[in-house]
RNA sequence: GGCCCCAUCGUCUAUCGGCUAGGACAUCAGGUUCUCAUCCUGAAAAGAGGGGUCCGACUCCCCUUGGGGCUACCA
């Protein structure tokens, strides 16, 4: 019988959800998917110090919202916490006597042990160990304590850790990583690690390991900044006596300069991105894109959730880290965009506020429509990179007042008089037409295409300023469709005033 | 400093010993065009260096170099 495949995702609720934690929690979503697997969302809470309020609803409600699902673990229900699964809580920090009870097994079998020793003591440690060039480590002072001498310590009350005892003879740790092959690593350079902190709470070391062991685990995806950990936590699976996990070391995502994605260098969080106008598909294709690919000369890029389920592979993920550029994600949102249909388009627009931007607040009633709304989309639907920009480089749609210099109407070298005449033949044409001919685009373009003639430009340049006030801007057919014929008219009326 | 990991165009990548090294983004040029964008066409652009192994290495091995991660009572 195999094994049911069970991966987490386990992040720590400190803030915003980093998109690194979303790529590694996509793969963990793909492979769970792919395997006919249990995805599991834990929570990682235990340290206090760095504890933010709201930091886990935020959590969830992004993997949500970008289709990122699992099926046990923490989830919003009415905007309240609620756990679901047989392998809970799923929140460490209510797991706190659970740590207690297995790091006590490990006491008990002399595979760990109290240690009294001050921070002061730990900090001058380090010092004088880097200044001797050494790898800073803990000397295991506290080890050589008598059983006597360690119960005399807690009944005073002293302040203790409880630490691994790591054995140099145990040699060599040697695991065969699911990407990055074979990794070894010596025992005598691994660090006494601190298992359980003063406060009571475990590290991440020993609540993820007794954790990762409760709820039946099988494979560790996780992003490569823990292959360093990754010999300390098998050392704490030996020393229970438990069979190991799969690993997968996932690549770095890094900034321009290639280190680890940072906020310094620019936004991280989800919630920046969606912020700013990006799709959450465009995202989500973007970063699974980053350490994977399907292979088999396949040059697609474009993937829905779907797709990308049906083609990852653990066996394609990358061992190098890929820098996060934005300028491709760019691209890739703009597809996205193009993609959708007006009413999609629109509802997108509107969640992502765009109708409470300041290049509304000169919008008359009209132009604060659906109707007209959804006419501005369809014009900028294919010139758009992301939602936010609805609107930026296109102000004259949203306001009754054009403020421009009436030299902007001449075309080239014309003169004002072929301006006017320009303007007026437009103005006579326009005024013509009925209302309902202002609905059909096509219609509006062939009326205007037709009276352009020969010299286009002499023509349209003109028209177009005079409906925009802009040097550049979408044609003037779109322009009109959208502003409809009062508007027009009135902005033709105002731009020969300005030739006088 | 120590330990570990990594290495194809500027960037994301294809290639799993036979390569005239393919695609995409970005860049540049041209076309369409009243402007901008879209769109279409094209160009430039890479196997870090040195040793092996092999009939043959971008692909396998070693060294060097370069980059990165970790090195907390943070995860």
Known sequence: MEKTVRVRFAPSPTGQLHVGSLRTALYNYLFAKKQGGVFVLRVEDTDQKRFVSGATENLVRILTEMGVHYDEGVFLEDGILIQKGTMG?????????LYQEYVQKLLDTDKAYYCFCSGERLETLRAEQTKNKQAPRYDKHCLALSRDEVQAELAKGTPHVLRLNVLPERGEIIWEDMVRGRISILAKDIDDQVLMK???????HLANVVDDYLMAITHVLRAEEWLPSTPKHILLYEAFGWELPQFAHLPLLLNPDKSKLSKRQGDVAVED????????EALVNFIALLGWNPGQGSTQEIFSLEELTAAFDLAQVHKAGAVFDVKKLDWMNGEYIKKLSLDELYARAVAAGLFKKDLIKNASAEQQSEVYMKRVLAIERDRLVTLSEVGDNNLFFFTGELSYDGTLLYWKHN????TREALEKAESILSQLLESEWEKREVLEKILWDAAGEKRGDFLWPLRVALTGAERS????EVAWVLGKTECLKRLENALQKLS
């Open 198 to 204: 003063s406060d009571g709470f475990p590290t991440y």
């Open 89 to 97: 809580p799923y929140i460490q920090s209510e797991r706190l006597p």
């Open 474 to 477: 979408p044609s003037p057919f």
């Open 273 to 280: 991105y969606l912020a700013k106008g990006y799709l959450k």
């Open 415 to 418: 003169t004002q008089e072929m």
